[in-house]
């Protein structure tokens, strides 16, 4: 049906950067929004970035200003730029999208399987 595929992760210092990207395919009709969540170990996974259709983006306020979400809907691709990041950030992090498949009426919600981002000081 729709896979999504993150890639991008790794290990930096903290100050440094990465950018996430999550590749989108299958039976797409529409992306209604796309978000990015992490699990930290211990942790209960949390919503860090959404983007719906029309561009609008919002994020938790632990990352404001250091992370931009964006999405190319030509490419189906969502990106998750990560800057001046801290060994708080440290998780797995997940893509999820909200979408309308061709064999189906309604949306769906589908998720990738997670990149690790390892951030130490």
């Known amino acids: 049906q729709v896979q999504l595929v993150e890639s991008g992760g790794g290990s930096v210092q903290a100050g440094g950067s990465l950018r996430l990207s999550c590749a989108a395919s299958?039976?797409?009709?529409?992306?209604?929004?796309m978000d990015w969540y992490r699990e930290a170990p211990g942790k209960q996974r949390e919503l860090v970035a959404s983007?719906?259709?029309?561009?609008?983006?919002d994020y938790i306020d632990s990352v404001k200003g250091r992370f931009t979400i964006s999405i190319d809907d030509a490419k189906r691709t969502l990106y998750l730029q990560m800057n001046s990041l801290k060994p708080e950030d440290t998780a797995v992090y997940y893509c999820?999208?909200?979408?309308?498949?061709?064999?189906?009426?309604?949306?769906?919600?589908?998720w990738g399987v997670g990149t690790q981002v390892t951030v130490s000081s």
């Open positions: 983007i719906v259709s029309s561009g609008a983006a």
């Open positions: 999820n999208g909200v979408i309308r498949t061709t064999d189906r009426s309604g949306y769906q919600i589908f």
């Open positions: 299958g039976s797409i009709v529409t992306i209604n929004s």
